[in-house]
């Protein structure tokens, strides 16, 4: 999410993309609730970073889904590298793999955290553009509107 933040501190805040933001790590059920919410990252640290430092220990019985850019490893599932697929094969069934079919299914489970974040900036016009708050308010006013969002 976009923030606003002192000139001194902007290259921490800068992605590759060179836009400075916070990062959100959010963790979605599939209604769309958020049910954890980690917020306040420099946007320059790798999202793998971020998931590390945030969950320690995963829930047994339980899997995070990061994106392709991490690696698998215990409680956390990342898709297949190298495959992908198209929505018209989805419907004609002897022409799947497992692992096209885990990555079709895996996609329509992260998309739940996407559309979540597509909501919440949709209803909150405060987290669409930087903020002209401090930093240091800017973080709680996503975690309030990311709670505030559950209901």
Known sequence: IKVNVPS???SSYRTRNGE????????????MQFIYILSGREGSIADSR?????INIPSKGFYYLV???HTNYDG???PYRGKRYHLNEWRVANQWTTPKEFN???SSARNVVERCFGLLKLHWAILRSPSYYPIQIQIPI?????LLHNF
């Open 67 to 69: 994106d392709a850019g």
């Open 76 to 78: 956390f599932l990342a």
């Open 50 to 54: 971020v998931v590390r430092d945030a």
């Open 20 to 31: 400075i933001v916070t990062n959100v790590l959010a963790v979605c059920l599939p209604k």
């Open 142 to 146: 996503i975690m309030a509107c990311c």
């Open 104 to 106: 079709m299914k895996y």
């Open 8 to 10: 001194n501190e902007k």
